[in-house]
């Protein structure tokens, strides 16, 4: 069974910096691609950054340049470091994980919030 778990979410100020963890049992880094979505309130959830099996990285838009996604090389624990933030930013974030064999599966953590003040 995969189990994933956010933390790090807090309050900062605009121009600051946050690092989300996400720590996961049941993932396996040979046939599963694990990222961090957002969801901020009113909106439709977003991918922020995803890691594929090959280790290929993809950065959604509001991401690019700012976000850097990472994991350990045991593949049980994947962080999300935030730099320059901005209040279009806040958002409850998610740890995913999507399995595509036997079937599509997706798994998702509990969110951590993050707010950004002006």
């Known amino acids: 069974q995969v189990q994933l778990a956010e933390s790090g979410g807090d309050l900062v100020q605009s121009g600051g910096s946050l690092r989300l963890s996400c720590v996961t049992s049941g993932v396996n880094s040979s046939t599963d691609v694990v990222g961090w979505y957002r969801q901020a309130p009113g909106k439709l959830r977003e991918m922020v950054a995803r890691i594929s099996v090959a280790g290929r990285i993809v950065y959604g838009d509001s991401a690019r340049g700012r976000f850097t996604i990472s994991r350990d090389n045991a593949g049980n624990v994947m962080w999300l470091q935030m730099n320059n933030l901005t209040p279009e930013d806040t958002a409850v974030y998610y740890c995913?994980?999507?399995?595509?064999?036997?079937?599509?599966?997706?798994?998702w953590g509990q969110g951590t919030q993050v707010t950004v003040s002006t």
């Open positions: 995913n994980a999507e399995r595509f064999f036997p079937t599509r599966v997706e798994y």
